[in-house]
């Protein structure tokens, strides 16, 4: 056997191996499984959500949007840090080694293949949505979770010849990025024009831009889209053309880096590096801060703040430095997503729901939980309570602003009462509080640094029951007054406020007893 | 004066730290060697108050816990511990501020001495590695802790942030400070030492000063990690 096929198969055995040592991830595995099957469970027997099934061709435009999408973020990474299928230990132990650089491309392909899939397992998770809605079989939805895989790793490779081509100058980065984002304002320019959304934007519209032929030539996306589309459908000749033109920008792939770049083990480093450090990071419980990538300093200094408040006025510096015009990058893509969630399924339940799932990630992105993953909040001698006071301080009105924000679009976008759009921001803000409670109440407990599969869960069900108190009384009042919906959210704010404060009191002392432990 | 008196920490399962005890006067330097996983940088993160532990550790008489204690305190974490997002100048008014400390030209000094002082408006995030534990140890030292606590603080350092980091040693102790300083550059801490702890497993196998003989760190470390205790 050789080298690469014995890493290959080591790496697998020993990861069915894990299973046996450390049952927790065989639990979460089961979790995951049940997870899935509840989603089948669900299944409503087939019956449409509103009577009839919305358009087939709306579903293919999302699928199409979301590839797309994976296309132009992971891709456009090539004009910075490239694109890699390896990781580091490959970069140090493999590219050193007497192994043939054809042969390592081959091996990191393959592994990156095997990762991509793995990333579109999520999308199985919308099972119950796109089976009421649109009637979707399962086989069609693994077939879009597959193809979502396929895209990311397209992407990647992509990214890598973008990086091979542009990496050596200046000059040549700015024409690719030209070209690159060229390409893709072509593409949107032509389904814009193509489906006169000027001035007239319908969804049905929208929809037809989307799903017009030329889109199929979109890189990457567009024979993605295809190829799920005909496997579906059992269409041979659009399944035929997909995989044709996925071979062949394989085979182009693996020349063009293989033989035609003699050595491109420098053209992967950076990128490979790059990930490393965020996997690090990540082992660390640092969460990666997304930052522009050229930072305004702006004001220099640190000029307020003494004792803990120095704390949350280093946060305000940090944030002022990290943001995006007013909003940080998370809560602009929440904004954004749910503004297309508001075309797309207009449905208020499922946008505020959704806006307080987003909670996870405005929470746990926020600046005082990577504070917690320094030592300086341990050691700065002051009161635990005051510095937790000051240390969550910036994520309050954070979560307001980006509450209040984030339902802007949806307002204009599905014309809600303004009452009820006052009422979900209320209620997505006051959640907020729970949340922050509950990352403090996984603190408190675990206090690792470093978070497992099975913790978020918990944290996850934390979060839960917490919520729980506000949900019930939010459906209570929905009994009474089942016509104002706005009624039953506003009653969760008071709940949630004390539920939080409630929380906040218990843990008072968690910086005194939780541990700075990066083990 | 950093006072260790039975100090157990256990992972599950895994004892880490079992027993521990060790004590460093004002004025003095000790030393804590070990080979890898012995259990020295979950020492040290007790004694710093950043873990749960059984046992007592006070810092001049104050339960590490305690806000008078954690004033005292000055750490070099193992791996550089600083924000992207501010500058090099601004880590150390940070650090003034947290322990409302004013500044009494110290932290330029100490710039200047570990060659940051043209970098001072640089943010962390463009520092190389290097130049990122020169900032983590002039923040750990600016507020002029009484007790300080280095792991492995040479890491990643160029010689002549080394060379200013042995001249640290010695004033620190000249100045009444207690020091710990955990390395496996037993090379780098020999001239400086006044006592050594050498743990294997959890546990201190071994303790000497140096008034006890005349006997290198090297030949100490490997008598006692090859051979067992010798206690």
Redesign the interface.
Known sequence: MGALSYLFFARLRNQVKEFVRKPSKLIMTAVFALAIGVTLLADSGGAPHYGSYRSIEEFYAVVAVLYGAVFVTVAKNGFSNGGSVFSMADVNLIFVSPVKASSALFFGMLQQLGKSLYLGVFLLFQYTLAREYYGIEYTTLILVAFGYGITALFSQMTATLIYMAVSSSDRKTKIGKAVFYGVVAAFIGAAVIRGGLIGDFTIEKAVYAVRSTFMYFMPVSGFVTLGVEGAASGEVIKLIISLGTGLAFSIAYYILISKARGDYYEDVLLSAQTYFSAVTAAKEGKAAEVTPKNVRVGREGLTRGYGASAVSEKHKTENRRSRVLLLDKISLVITAMLALYSFILPSVTGIFVTSVYTLTITVAAGRWAKELAYPYIYLIPEKPFKKLVYLIREQIPSVIIESIICFIPVHFILKTDILLTLSMMAARAAFGLIFIGANLVFQRLFSSASKTVLTITLYMLFTAAFSMPAIICGVLVSFFAPFNPELSLLATVPVNAVVSAVILFAVRNVLQYSEYNNR | MLSVKNVTKK?GRLLANNNVSLEISPGEIAVLLGPNGAGK??LI?AV?????HEGEITLNSMNN?S?????L?G?V?E?P?V?????V??HL???L????TEDDGLAEKLLRRFELYDKR?K?A?ELSKGMQQKLSIC?ALVHRPKVVIFDEPMVGLDPHAIKQLKEIFSELKNEGASVLISTHMIDSVEDYWDSVYIMVGGQLRAHRKKSDGDFSLEELFFSVTSEGSVR
């Open positions: 992972y940088s979950t993160k710093c108050g950043l873990l749960r816990k806000l008078e204690a954690k004033s305190l750490y974490p791996l511990a924000y992207d997002l501010l500058t100048s601004e008014q940070f650090i501020r947290a322990y409302k408006d943010l995030k923040c």
